[in-house]
């Protein structure tokens, strides 16, 4: 249970209490500061807090967005502020710093001039501001819905009149569906995903039970696709559809209720990797119940897209924090998004997962698998091109100095285990010495090498052993120093494409059964591993421990293993020393990942809510 402190005398009418009862909150009362602050020190250090003027008018859900969200320890909206235990020190300073500095009445109480919470807010950020270890006030934006002080009853009257004029719900409804979203999710799923968002907030529902409902219905729809038949697979393309309205369902839910967690925001990330690249090993196992195997495509898809998935989240995580882009791609860029139809075909032609899944689903129902994954990798090939192709002309021109942060991430996405950790340190003062563009030239041709020599050599020579050899000093001077320069953030596709690259390669040359989804089981793992990296940076969690990195091998020491296993060992054996490899790495990671995502949930880490890439 919430607290909430009225402040001043209650005006005859409000219906201030009965909506701060239903937004979860006990309602105190007190005439004055000094009363106010008895009464703060009273409730339990647990306990999420609100200081709230009794003269307070507006909207229930404007008091819902600044008071309940569970992101923020410290928030404000006019005449009301609110802590989140994180934030009760600094808010407790506030209110007694304000108590102290208010004038006496001839009876001893305190006067209030003006509104208790907008003073004690102008006291949190002037702490901020003075460069003491204050907490960042969050101001949420309100659009139409009403929230102010009215100094007098005309003025009260003028604003209860502009309460009524704006549907509360209306503005609720709208501000649940996400900002900035794809054609097809935008005009297809969102007009009605948002009231079935709403139905399950009324029934008591969360987000997290959605995002499982969701993964439940893509599960079942890759078993019915997994059939094999025309009835298989017209129902596997439905019931996709349905799994991303349910998809989309969760993340409104979570918007329109306020209802954000860690927890939540890793379940919602995770969940759209595991639907996905399930539903392309049934419609491989499908394919393969009628004669036709697919698996080469279905591993080259799930290795494409996830590559596509690094360059997005290196790319944002090197220019976190950097001034605005002005270089001449990127002043395009804001030109054609000032041009409506142009947003749209730009959004619509990266395949988003809204456009990606209706593909998947239409191709599914009406053609065969063989068809939907050479669309796919189509699609997602040009795709690619295009977003790399861009990130790396808005990148050439880059000065700003990149942060330690960033660079920081970037290093924790390479993923660099412990035969080129001990490489880089003995190679770091030659590093500093090559030119800026070291890094991604050496990455591309170490990872290049490796995977043609893993195509075009054969199953079980001594060359792709060699090449992956002569990869591992390669990745070692990549990252020998700080990945800060301007095109450094492609370092971690590289790494990505090189790695998955040559399983691929060797398990389509061992041509045997079983090995491409001994195959596709390997990389499913580690790339399980390479998103989990990427959502705890997002979450502001810190990489992966060093002992899961060194104990899983590193992408360098991962590559070398496959190719000395294919060195070694007979096709038939190769394919089961890849699938021990695939179940120990999937062992290790995902105990690992739900071990420290579950112990962050419940040790009250800080509530987020990823608003995800398009992609």
Not at 239 to 253: K, N, P, Y
Request: proline share 5%; net charge neutral; charged share 15%.
């Amino acid at each position: 249970m919430s607290t909430a402190i009225l402040t001043g005398q209650p005006v005859p009418g409000s219906s201030l209490e009965t909506d701060l009862r239903s937004l979860g909150f006990d309602v105190r009362t007190a005439a004055d500061a000094a009363e106010a602050e008895t009464l703060l020190a009273e409730v339990p250090a647990g306990r999420r807090v609100a200081v709230v003027d009794a003269r307070f008018v507006g909207h229930e859900h404007a008091l819902r967005l600044g008071l309940t969200d569970p992101r923020f320890p410290l928030a404000a909206i006019p005449g009301a502020v609110t802590a989140q235990p994180a934030g009760r020190q600094a808010l407790t300073r506030a209110m007694a710093r304000e108590s102290s500095v208010t004038g006496e009445s001839p009876a001893g109480g305190t006067t209030l001039t003006g509104s208790l919470a907008d003073r004690v807010v102008v006291a949190l950020e002037a702490e901020r501001a003075d460069g003491a270890d204050g907490i960042d006030v969050y101001r949420p934006d309100l659009g139409s819905l009403v929230a102010t002080v009215p100094d007098d009853p005309q003025a009260r009257n003028e604003a209860r009149q502009a309460v009524a004029a704006v549907d509360d719900e209306a503005v609720r409804l709208k501000s649940a569906v996400k900002a900035r979203d794809g054609f097809f999710t935008t005009y297809c799923v969102s007009p009605y995903s948002r009231y079935l968002a709403r139905w399950c907030a009324r029934r008591g529902l969360t987000p997290n039970q959605v995002t499982t409902a969701s993964l439940l219905t893509a599960l079942i729809a890759a078993g019915c696709a997994a059939t094999g038949t025309r009835g298989g697979f017209v129902a596997a393309g439905v019931l996709l559809l349905a799994s991303f309205v349910l998809d989309c369902t969760d993340g409104q839910l979570a918007r329109y209720s306020l209802q954000y967690s860690t927890l939540g925001a890793w379940l919602d990330a995770t969940f759209d990797r595991a639907k996905e690249y399930a539903y392309y090993a049934g419609l491989a196992l499908g394919a393969a119940r009628g004669g036709d195997d697919v698996w080469a495509l279905a591993l080259g898809a799930m290795v494409l897209q996830t590559c596509r998935h690094v360059v997005d989240f290196s790319f944002n995580e090197a220019n976190t924090g950097d001034p605005a882009n002005t270089s001449p791609t990127a002043a395009l860029s804001n030109r054609l998004d000032s041009v409506g139809w142009t947003v749209w075909v730009r959004r619509m032609i990266v395949l988003p997962i809204g456009e990606r899944w209706a593909m998947l689903a239409v191709l599914t129902a009406l053609t065969t698998p063989r068809i939907t994954f050479y669309a796919l990798l189509i699609g997602c090939a040009f795709a690619a091109t295009y977003t790399t192709a861009g990130r790396v002309l808005r990148s050439r021109n880059r000065r700003a100095r990149r942060g330690e942060r960033a660079t920081r991430a970037l290093a924790d996405l390479a993923d660099t285990g412990p035969l080129a950790e001990r490489l880089a340190a003995v190679l770091r003062n030659t590093a500093r010495s090559l030119p800026g563009f070291t890094a991604p030239a050496v990455a591309l041709l170490g990872g290049a090498a490796v995977v043609t020599t893993a195509a075009l050599t054969g199953f079980g020579g001594p060359w792709t052993v060699l090449a992956a050899l002569l990869y591992v000093p390669a990745s070692a001077l990549a990252v020998a120093r700080p990945l800060g320069g301007a095109l450094d953030w492609l370092v971690p596709p590289f790494f990505r494409a090189a790695e998955y690259g040559t399983v691929l390669a060797l398990a389509a040359n061992a041509d045997v059964n079983g090995a491409l989804p001994a195959a596709y089981g390997l990389v499913a793992a580690v790339a399980y591993h390479h998103y989990d990296t990427v959502y705890r940076i997002r979450g502001n969690a810190g990489a992966p421990p060093p002992w899961l990195v060194r104990a899983i091998g590193g992408h360098e020491g991962r590559t070398l293993a496959v190719a000395v296993l294919a060195a070694l060992f007979t096709a038939s054996q190769f394919t089961v020393a890849l699938t021990v490899l695939a179940v120990a790495v999937a062992l290790l990671v995902l105990v690992e990942s739900i071990r420290f995502w579950v112990a962050a949930h419940r040790g009250g880490a800080p509530a987020v809510h990823d608003e995800g890439e398009p992609a």
